[in-house]
């Protein structure tokens, strides 16, 4: 099974808000609210930012939060600031074949 | 503070076997269950394989199957994946990550251990 589909690059200017989509099937990202997103600093390890879909990780900023319809799901970085640009990738789980798919990965850059 | 270290990588040829470990602390290893989740240079992140907190259900990705071993040891707080018949595919970054146990998402995750597969 492919992996989930992310756009390869967003970007927005300091204080704006940004949203970055994953999209998948009825399979995975539709079939379970089990969808987590990751930021990565480059060399640095992933860290979570919203696990099952709309809750955020003690220590994560408010800034960050997660939704879903469907088969997309969608995290949204509001109040843009220059420490948010890394890359970020999108997670579901999908089943007892393929478990957790990931997506290609969001270059975000903050202008 | 959750604290996963990695340890094990290092340059094997291909068909060569090597064995990676994950040293845990700060929280309460034996009721955690685990994964390792790999990146290829400049790739995304890709799920290898996942171990319940006794060790009896285990799961793993098509494309490793039959040549990864995961496993664990509670009383040393460890996680371990056996990786035999390696090909320049499995060239990554292997990361050990702690998953939440709704399989929600992956709580914690370590530094990483780079494993080059080369001639």
């Known amino acids: 099974q492919s992996a989930l589909t992310q756009p390869a690059s967003v970007s927005g200017s300091p204080g704006q808000s940004i949203t970055i989509s994953c999209t998948g099937t009825?399979?995975?990202?539709?079939?379970?609210?089990?969808v987590s997103w990751y930021q990565q600093h480059p060399g640095k390890a992933p860290k979570v930012m919203i696990y099952?879909?709309?809750k955020r990780p003690s220590g994560v900023s408010n800034r960050f939060s997660g939704s879903k319809s469907g088969n997309t799901a969608s995290l949204t970085i509001s109040g843009l600031q220059a420490e948010d640009e890394a890359d970020y990738y999108c997670?579901?789980?999908?089943?007892?074949?393929?478990?957790?798919?990931f997506g290609g990965g969001t270059k975000l850059t903050v202008l | 503070e959750v604290q996963l270290v990695e340890s094990g990588g290092g340059l094997v040829q291909p068909g060569g076997s090597l064995r990676l470990s994950c040293a845990a602390s700060?929280?309460?290893?034996?009721?955690?269950?685990m994964n390792w989740v790999r990146q290829a240079p400049g790739k995304g992140l890709e799920w290898v394989s996942y171990i319940s907190t006794s060790g009896n259900t285990i799961y793993y990705r098509e494309s490793v199957k039959g040549r990864f071993t995961i496993s664990r040891d509670n009383a040393k707080n460890s996680l371990y994946l056996q990786m035999n018949s390696l090909t320049a595919e499995d060239t990554a970054v292997y990361y050990c990550?702690?998953?939440?146990?709704?399989?929600?998402?992956?709580?914690?995750w370590g530094q990483g251990t780079l494993v080059t597969v080369s001639s």
């Open positions: 990550a702690r998953g939440y146990t709704t399989w929600g998402g992956f709580e914690n």
């Open positions: 997670c579901s789980y999908a089943n007892t074949r393929n478990f957790w798919l």
């Open positions: 009825s399979s995975d990202i539709g079939n379970y609210d089990l």
């Open positions: 700060g929280f309460t290893f034996s009721s955690s269950e």
């Open positions: 099952e879909v709309t």
